[in-house]
Every structure is written in C-alpha cells, then in structure tokens.
C-alpha cells in the first residue's frame, strides 16, 4: 500500500531564510509519480512538481528546488529565501502506476514566513 | 483557460440532513476525482471518474455518500444523512485522463459543517 509522511506540522521562518520540507513515502510499485502541492489560505492546492520514479534529478524553479533520493525513500522540497507569499500548506503526493494514478498525500506542513 | 468550478463554496447543514455538492473540471479532462479533506489533514480520496465511469470508489463510504457523473463532464456528490464526521472540506479534481501520471487540477472546495 501507498503511504506519504510528512513528519513537519509547522515550520515558522522569518523572511529570506531558508526552509526544507521533509516527504518520505512507500510503495511497493516500480513505476510512480511524486508530487507537490501547495495549499493557501484560500484552499485551492496548487501544483508545483511531478516527479517520475525513473528519473531522480533534482530540480529547481526559481526560488524552489526538490532533491529527490531513491535510495532513501525521500522527495524534500526547498524554499530559498523565503517570502511572506510562501505561507501556506505544503503537501507531498504519491501516485503508482499500478493504483490507476490515484494521489496518496501526505498530512501537510505548515510553513509560516514571518517578516 | 477556466480551472475546475465548485459549489457552493460553504454549506451548513444539522446532522441527518442531507447535501449535495457540484463540480465541473477543465474542458477536455476526462478524469475528475472528488476528495475529502478533514481540517487538518491531507485530502483523502473518496471516488474517481473516468468519463462516466467509476474508477475507484474503495474510499467512499457508500452507506451515506453517493456521486455521479452521467455525461463524463459535471459531477454531483451527496450525503445523505449527514453525520458530525462529515464536517469538512470537500474537493474536486480534474485530469486529462487516467494514462499517465497528468496532474490533478483543483477546485477551490466546499466547506461543510454538520452541526
């Protein structure tokens, strides 16, 4: 069966440090997907990345960067230099191919950027 | 390009009633998905579509909750009768399909509180 855990509740920084988030995930699947979402006050998840199992280049977009380590069973995720606007829930996903695509999430980190 | 529409964005309902919720995904997705996400916790996958099919309804508490897609584009879920557990927020997804690992978009949500 697939599981996410994001061992994070909270992480409170004050604007322009840096935050990591923790995602660590199971599946017994070959092939699957990981993946990032954001959820703002305002409730919509947005997403952020999709990761294939085969493929375990870090990767980074503008201000974010994954590190994703098979070996470990982990996909981090890294917010540099942090802003006000970066408040918000972050959750890790897990989709294997043999489940239909369907999303497993993890419970969620609560990022508060101070200012 | 229109995201995925949901209402109403906040319904509140006593215990027994009963409710109904609507969804309808981005033009073209022929996947849509409706989750359950308890305050606090990551979104929970209650049923899946593809085109007017059922893909996975394992989650779904059938005694009670029941949801349709008859043409492959809009969705109704309900509850029926609602119980205080239900208290949540309640989000549609949309996919192009189930080939492949295509993100999900989502809806803003409808906020359910059973009193």
């Known amino acids: 069966a697939q599981k996410v855990t994001q061992a994070q509740t909270e992480i409170s920084v004050v604007e322009k440090e840096d935050v990591t988030l923790d995602c660590v995930y199971e599946?017994?699947?070959?092939?699957?997907?990981l993946f990032w979402y954001k959820q703002p006050p305002s409730g919509e998840l947005v997403f952020l990345i999709r990761?294939?199992?085969?493929?375990?280049q870090n990767e980074i977009s503008g201000r974010y960067s994954w590190n994703f380590q098979k070996s470990t069973s982990s996909f981090n995720f890294t917010i540099t230099a942090s802003q006000v606007v970066d408040s918000a829930v972050y959750f890790c996903?897990?989709?294997?191919?043999?489940?239909?695509?369907?999303?497993?999430f993890g419970g969620g980190t609560r990022v508060l950027v101070k200012p | 390009e229109a995201g995925v529409a949901q209402s109403p964005r906040y319904k509140i309902i006593e215990k027994r009633q009963s409710v109904a919720f609507w969804c309808n995904p981005i033009?073209?997705?022929?996947?849509l998905y409706w989750y359950q996400q308890i305050l606090g916790q990551g979104p929970k996958l209650l049923i899946q579509f593809q085109n007017n099919g059922v893909v996975d309804d394992s989650q779904l508490p059938k005694d009670r909750f029941s949801a349709e897609r008859l043409k492959g584009v809009d969705s109704t879920l309900k509850i029926q009768p609602a119980k205080l557990e239900d208290s949540a927020v309640y989000l549609c997804?949309?996919?192009?399909?189930?080939?492949?690992?295509?993100?999900?978009?989502f809806g803003p949500g409808t906020r359910l509180t059973v009193t």
């Open positions: 996903a897990l989709s294997e191919q043999a489940a239909g695509n369907k999303l497993t």
């Open positions: 997804a949309s996919s192009l399909s189930l080939a492949g690992p295509h993100e999900q978009y």
């Open positions: 033009s073209g997705h022929a996947t």
């Open positions: 990761r294939n199992s085969f493929d375990e």
């Open positions: 599946t017994r699947d070959t092939t699957y997907y």
